[in-house]
């Protein structure tokens, strides 16, 4: 039992000593790393992530689901196709499909409606939706990129019933903050 305690006690001594001549910052000063909140959504550049993508779905989804048309429906479930996402925005990279699958996701999870998929021919609601993005530019290489998600939902005849939106604002300057 002794010989167990003493390899605990080097073993913790060895890391400290190992963790100390890592360091290369004198104590009390700053260096270049940072710790980032796994769960924040930090940005090295006006561009959306995958958690920008999932915040704006759900919050522009949540929306639609508490609104007074949907909470009217009480116990009774329509049956809703979700529409894939359009594009309107100047980047051909954002993965339209991820939008899709949380709006669909929540959507799902609510268990207000019953979602069915694009090819059913008997449904109550399609909700169509769209990304769109405005940029504007100011002095200094300074650059303003507003994201707007809109959630559309048509009835069968084409009818408007509801219309629901969120914008994302993200700002870049030329002078960097690293």
Request: net charge positive; charged share 25%; hydrophobic share 40%.
């Amino acid at each position: 039992m002794k010989l167990v305690k003493k390899a605990i006690l080097l073993s913790l001594m060895g890391s400290a000593i190992i963790m100390t001549g890592c360091q290369s910052v004198p104590m009390g000063q700053q260096s270049n790393v940072a710790m980032v909140d796994a769960k924040g959504r930090g940005h090295l550049q006006a561009q959306l992530t995958m958690a920008d993508y999932v915040a704006l779905a759900e919050k522009v989804t949540n929306k639609m689901l508490v609104s007074k048309l949907v909470q009217k429906w009480g116990k009774k479930k329509p049956k809703v196709i979700a529409a894939t996402p359009v594009n309107n925005t100047d980047n051909e990279n954002v993965r339209m499909s991820d939008l899709h699958d949380r709006i669909q996701e929540t959507l799902f999870n609510s268990d207000v409606m019953r979602v069915v998929d694009k090819t059913a021919t008997s449904f109550d609601y399609i909700i169509k939706s769209e990304l769109t993005s405005t940029r504007q530019y100011g002095k200094g290489g300074q650059e303003l990129v507003h994201y707007t998600l809109q959630l559309k939902m048509f009835t069968l005849m084409g009818e408007l019933k509801g219309q629901w939106s969120d914008d994302l604002a993200m700002a870049k300057s030329e002078k960097s903050m690293f």
